[in-house]
Every structure is written in C-alpha cells, then in structure tokens.
C-alpha cells in the first residue's frame, strides 16, 4: 500500500518558471490538502480538497492553483514561481471529516527558486 | 485568529532525562488536539490525539499529553527520552472543519 506519493522529492526552478507538483493517494481519501513547510512556521495550509470537483483555498494560496478532477489525485500548480515560493511542500489525506481522524502526509517535495 | 503556540523552538537533552513539550493554543470553542512528529528525513506522522474524555492521551513510543482545558494547553511528556526520539514536533489543533492550525515545532535533539 503505497498511501500519498509525492512526485518530485527535489526541484529546481528559476523565477517566473511555472510546474506542479503531483500528489496522488490509494487509500480512497475524500480529503486532500497541501501544505508548506518554513521553519520557525510550521506547516501552513495552501488549499484543500474534500473531494473530487472540490476545492479550496487555505491560509496562504496566493500563486498557486489546485484541481481535484479525481479523488485520487490533487496536484498543486505554481503559475510564476517566485523566490518566496522556496519550501518544503508536503501533501495530506484523511479519509473524510478532519474532525475525525489523522492526517497521512506525502514524504515531501523541497523546491527551490532561484 | 486562532493560533498555537509551541514555547520552545530548540530543546536539547541527554538519553534518560525527563520531556515535556509545551503547546498552548487560542480558542474557547470544542477542539480536537494532535501532536505530530517529523523524524529526519521522514514525512510527518501522528503521535497522539485528543478528541474527549480522559484528558490523559497515551500515543505512541512512551509518548502522553495532557489536555487542560482552563490553561489551554496540551503539553507533550515522556518520562525517559531515547537517542531516537530525535525529530522535530508538531502540535495542531482544529477548530472547524477542515482547518488544522500548527505550531511552529519544536526540534527535539537527544543526546546519546
């Protein structure tokens, strides 16, 4: 069971380039959300999806765009990457209400801007 | 705005010695409490959640919280921490659906 896979684990982008990163879970979650990791921050919330045609933006989703077209997959777009945008993203499911469970996180993406 | 407040950013302790982890968040609603933990190099997993009754949570790997409710907190113990207990600690609280709010963590380092 391969339960949330992260695809790429590193990248390098220069500024204004754009690509999105894949995250794609086996477990059947309704629930799927991506998160960016900064330290001395903790992890903040970039958009959510609670299930497939189902989207929302988090605390901080501004240059980065979401769609649930399946309710396995949940990739994240940046449209301009900027040096800001440097971090570790990591992706996370839960089968269904947040309230009731834990959330299965993806090994990460580090993503650098130059 | 809700928010959680983990108190110390860097602990550093010998094998053996006694942890406790602080968190305090703000709300005075209903909340459901996690700790999550982040070993090097690993993704993050859930170490213990509290969602009602005993507000002693026992997780895994030795690890409880205590939940306080006229405090606002929801400390982190282990009696006798070990090398491998290295990592970096998470607490999060949800006040509505769907919106887990972190902590900015505590890295954990133990000496062998």
């Known amino acids: 069971n391969a339960g949330v896979t992260q695809t790429p684990k590193f990248q390098v982008l220069k500024t204004g380039q754009s690509m999105t990163l894949q995250c794609a879970q086996d477990m059947n979650h309704e629930y799927m959300s991506w998160y960016r990791q900064d330290p001395g921050m903790g992890l903040r919330l970039i958009h959510y999806?609670?299930?497939?045609?189902?989207?929302d933006q988090g605390e901080v989703p501004n240059g980065y765009n979401v769609s649930r077209s399946t309710t396995e997959d949940f990739p994240l777009r940046l449209l301009s990457a900027a040096p800001s945008q440097t971090s570790v993203y990591f992706c996370?499911?839960?089968?269904?209400?947040?309230?009731?469970?834990?959330?299965?996180f993806g090994e990460g993406s580090r993503l650098t801007v130059l | 705005a809700q928010s959680v407040s983990q108190h110390n950013h860097h602990v550093i302790l010998s094998e053996a010695a006694s942890l406790e982890l602080g968190c305090n968040y703000s709300?005075?609603?209903?909340?459901?409490l996690f700790w999550y933990v982040q070993y090097p190099g690993q993704h993050l997993q859930l170490l213990l959640k509290y969602f009602s009754g005993d507000p002693l949570v026992k997780g895994i790997k030795g690890f409880e919280a205590e939940f306080i409710k006229s405090k606002f907190s929801f400390n982190l113990r282990k009696p006798s921490v070990q090398w491998s207990d290295t990592a970096e600690y998470f607490c999060?609280?949800?006040?509505?659906?769907?919106?887990?709010?972190w902590g900015a963590g505590t890295k954990l380092i133990i000496k062998p």
């Open positions: 996370a499911s839960t089968p269904r209400d947040l309230n009731t469970g834990e959330l299965f």
């Open positions: 709300y005075g609603g209903t909340v459901n």
């Open positions: 999806s609670v299930g497939a045609g189902i989207t």
């Open positions: 999060a609280v949800i006040a509505r659906n769907y919106q887990l709010i």
